[in-house]
Each structure stands twice: as C-alpha cells, then as structure tokens.
C-alpha cells in the first residue's frame, strides 16, 4: 500500500485534503501517477449544484476526469509501457462485450465505469490504478496541463459527427467555456463559413474570437436571437450548438435555426427535466440531437491539438495546486479573472 493525497467533495462547495492509500495494479493495470487535471463543467455542477441533471451527488466524491500522468507500476502481463512514460488517462472504462460496445456505440455502454461518477473515484489524488486500454501515449512535446483538453476535445469532435457540418453551413454556438471554445475552433477547422458565439462574459467573448468565432454577441445588451438570426445573414443558421443549456438557450436554438437544420445540445441541463418549444421545432422539421461524452474520438482529439495549438491552446488560462483546489473550483464557479479552462496540478 502506498498513500497519497486525495482531493475529495464533502459536501457541495466544500473540498477536503485528505490522505488515502492505493495497491499495487492488478493484472492487466497501470499504476498512474496523476500530474494535471482539467476541471470539467460536470465537476462544477457537482460542485455548484449537488447533482448533474437528474444524478445527485453522492459525498464524499473524487471528481476530476481530464488528467494526465506518468506511468509508475506494470501489472502483471501489461507491455509496452514503461515507469516514467507520460500518457494521457481515458476516463472512461468500457466492457467492451454488451451490445452496444459490439455496434460501436461504446459511449453508452451497458456496463461503463467513469471513473469520477459516484462509486468510482476521479483524479484529483496523486495515484489511480487503470487498465492498460485507458493510457494514449502524451506526444512528444506537448506540454502535460495543455494536454489535459484531450478529454473534454473528444467530446467535441463527437459533436461534429452528430452535428454533419457542411461546407459553408452557418452556426450558433451558445456558450462559450471551454466546451464552446473548442466547439468554434472545430466549426472553422469543418468548413462553416461563418460562427456566431453567444457568451455573457466579456473576456470568454475574447477568447471566442480567438478559436475563431467570426461574431460574438453578448445576451445581456442585445436580444440574442434576433441578432443570431441578423449575423447568420440568411434568416438563420443551418446548425445551432447549445454548449451551455441554461437561461432557456436551447428554445433559443430552436428558434433561431433555419427549417430542416440540426440543433445539437452538447451541455447538461441543471435542471432534473427540460421543457422546450416544441412546435417551433415541430413545424420547422429541425433535427434533435444529444451527445453523450464522446466515442473513441481521442486520437482525433490530439492530432488536433498537436496540429493547431494556436485555437487550443488559449483556452487553458489557469493552474492552481491540488492545496488550493477549493480556491480553484470558486473561481472556475465565478467565471472570474477571465477563466477559460482551469487545471489543478498534482506533481
């Protein structure tokens, strides 16, 4: 048994150090050693809300599901692998033998474990025992906090697939966080030939127009979508993204998406059920989509980031030590001092 730190959610807006202990991997494991995690928006609802959607949380919890680390231990029949080769960490654990991991559809597995859910412990602790399948090799090169994008970019480039962006299609981007900023920088890199973020906080507006947003707008100074629909310059746009679902975005989308286009919901609804426009959708025949975390997208993910640091890279604005984790969900809570991605350290 080895200890090590365990960064764990008590009670909602309230993290505690404390120390735990990890064996040594089983067969077919790695023993990680966890040096950054990105915070998620999950982690923020768990943190802000006590629950995500309709789960609650059930304290104490170790969130954190966007790390990289170095490999410490081999289990027993793991090759390839080295101690002291650096990876990034898959999240998600799949059986691999229900049937929809058998029709590729291994997002919604019968049987997934994501290590972050209650029951199964994230990563913000400095050790974690994964199966071999969960390590991606860290290009060489790139920088371990920047490296952390790769999980929440995997989502999406799913998003993509759902959202079947054509050349010179038009879209709306509600949100722009983290999740939103790499939704615009993959919009441009798939050929839309003009995106519009909608983001109340200034300097995420910034940010937006550095992943490559051709017209932000803000909803606080203007009605969104009238001015949406007067920047798409054709009466509306052909696929709206809602990366933030609240304060009734996703009607929003409904309305300002053209007859026939997709609407795709990338973000988690707060609330336990969600009511929505339903014959503005009805009568335009729009196209409904939800995106469950991604689906072996990752090595997309990374050659993305390995090719186009100048879009990804910005969006990590801030590191904060695994001491001062309480202070570093606030502020990502706040969307203060222009936070885009926040990353906790633990090396």
């Known amino acids: 048994m080895s200890s090590m730190r365990v960064a764990q959610l008590v009670r909602r807006h309230q993290f505690e150090l404390t120390e735990g202990t990890i064996s040594d991997p089983g067969p077919g ?25 309709d789960m609650p949380s059930e304290y104490p919890m170790v969130l954190g599901h966007e790390p990289t680390g170095s490999v410490l231990k081999l289990g027993a029949g793991v090759t390839g692998w080295s101690p002291g080769d650096k990876a990034l960490l898959e999240p998600a654990v799949y059986c691999y033998h229900c049937e929809f991991c058998r029709s590729g559809h291994h997002n919604v597995c019968d049987d997934l474990r994501f290590l972050s859910q209650p029951g199964d412990p994230g990563y913000f602790r400095d050790y974690v025992n994964i199966p071999v399948e969960c390590l991606i090799p860290l290009p060489p090169g790139m920088d371990m906090d920047y490296a952390t994008l790769f ?23 509600y949100g722009a966080g983290p999740i939103g900023l790499m939704t615009v920088a ?6 839309a030939s003009r995106v519009i973020a909608v983001e109340p906080v200034a300097a995420r507006r910034d940010l937006a127009k550095t992943a490559g947003a051709d017209v932000v707008i803000d909803p606080r100074s203007e009605d969104p979508r009238a001015a949406v629909i007067e920047a798409s310059g054709r009466g509306g746009v052909n696929v709206a ?9 996703l009607d929003h989308c409904l309305h300002v998406t053209r007859k026939t286009g997709h609407v795709v919901v990338t973000g988690i609804p707060p609330e336990p059920k969600v009511t929505l426009d339903y014959h503005v959708m009805r009568r335009k025949e729009l196209h409904l989509f939800n995106v469950r975390r991604s689906n072996h997208d990752t090595e ?14 910005p969006i990590v604005t801030h590191t904060r030590p695994i001491e001062d984790i309480q202070a570093g969900f606030e502020l990502a809570e706040a969307y203060a001092d222009g936070v885009g991605k926040l990353v906790i350290r633990l090396d």
């Open 29 to 53: 494991e790695v023993q990680v050693k966890v040096q950054s995690v990105g915070i998620c928006g999950s982690d923020l609802h768990n943190f802000s809300e006590g629950s995500v959607g």
């Open 151 to 173: 999980e929440p970019l995997a989502v999406v480039v799913h998003s993509m697939k759902v959202a079947a962006i054509k050349m010179g299609d038009v879209v709306a981007v």
């Open 186 to 191: 993959c919009l441009k890199l798939s050929g």
């Open 241 to 249: 993204i809602d990366c933030v679902t609240r304060e009734g975005t």
């Open 300 to 313: 997309t993910a990374v050659e993305l980031m390995k090719d186009h640091p100048d879009l990804f890279q």
